[in-house]
């Protein structure tokens, strides 16, 4: 990876940083474990962003 990214890029993997948490504890509990997983979860080595 590039040392020195254009802004544009470093925004977008921070926002693809960002989204790629898991679903909160809450939101399972309030569910009854109907809600665990989401499906824009991403691992850096399966799937690659566009850039």
Known sequence: ?????AL???LRLAKA?????R???WVILKTDR????HPKRRNW?????KE
């Open 1 to 5: 990876m590039a040392r020195n990214k």
């Open 8 to 10: 544009a890029k470093k």
């Open 17 to 21: 940083a960002k989204q790629n948490r």
């Open 23 to 25: 679903v909160p504890v």
């Open 34 to 37: 109907r809600v665990m997983t």
């Open 45 to 49: 080595r399966r799937t690659k962003l």
